[in-house]
């Protein structure tokens, strides 16, 4: 019996230690973006031939434009087949307001957020 109980409090204390990492991993990878203003989701697939456009018209908006309150873009990838994913990475380079994750982290950040 002990050894039952000794198995099921290391099981939870691993899987208790392994939440903790998830969460820093979370806040050290999203504190970048500014914490006021309004946050724009796009979720996109298979749009290599418009997706630079788009994202360099909306940047200009926020960046130059008279769009003060738009601060963050996430561009969360569905899984895209084409080049998509590394156009909108190559530009997350260039732009600090510009994030690209996957459908499954955008959908984990939104659950913390509602969280807090």
Avoid: H, P
């Amino acid at each position: 019996m002990e050894f039952i109980l000794n198995v099921v409090f290391w099981t939870l204390a691993i899987y208790g230690l392994f939440e903790i990492i998830k969460n820093i991993i979370y806040i050290f990878t999203y504190t970048k973006f500014k914490a006021d203003g309004i946050y724009i989701i796009i979720a996109v697939k298979n749009q290599e031939e418009r997706i630079e456009g788009f994202l360099r018209s909306t940047l200009f908006k926020i960046l130059y434009g008279k769009e003060e309150y738009l601060r963050n873009i996430i561009v969360a990838d569905l899984e895209s087949k084409d080049n998509t994913k590394e156009i909108a990475k190559r530009l997350s380079k260039e732009y600090d307001c510009l994030k690209v994750i996957t459908w499954r982290e955008c959908k984990d950040v939104m659950d913390n957020v509602n969280e807090s």
